[in-house]
């Protein structure tokens, strides 16, 4: 298999993710150790401050982090996850989620996440998220 077919594969694999459908959520970026995430709030995401719902900015910010951390093929679970969210949000707001790969050592990797408002770069949450990487592969790598 050519690389080109095996990166389409792992990314067919993670495109695949019953809740980010459920969420309205579009997997936009998927790179070995990179992912990007967009969603654009509705009502039915605020709380009952009228802002965008802290689960659900934490489960955009989970949805890259898994794309990211899975981007090589291999089957990877979170370990722990430490957000902290800094800027509210509201309907209509469109949200970017991006990770980034720090550390990619043994059976672990750390990535840390941004989730922002897409128009005004307006940073709603950062978090720092470490992934176990189990033995298991779901697009196996060549030999």
Not at 36 to 60: D, S
Not at 99 to 109: C, I, P, S
């Amino acid at each position: 298999m050519s690389d080109e077919t095996r990166q389409a594969a792992i990314d067919a694999h993670i495109q695949d993710d019953a809740f980010a459908r459920f969420l309205g959520a579009a997997v936009t970026i998927v790179a070995p150790g990179h992912s990007r995430v967009v969603l654009t709030v509705t009502k039915q995401m605020t709380n009952f401050h009228g802002i965008t719902h802290g689960g659900l900015v934490f489960a955009l910010g989970d949805l890259a982090f898994a794309a990211a951390s899975n981007s090589r093929g291999q089957v990877a679970v979170a370990l722990n996850v430490n957000i902290c969210f800094l800027n509210p949000s509201k309907v209509g707001d469109c949200l970017v989620a991006e990770a980034t790969e720090v550390n990619l050592g043994g059976r672990t990797g750390l990535y840390e996440i941004t989730v922002v408002e897409e128009k005004t770069n307006t940073l709603i949450a950062r978090s720092q998220d470490l992934v176990y990487r189990k033995k298991a592969w779901f697009v196996a790598p060549e030999g």
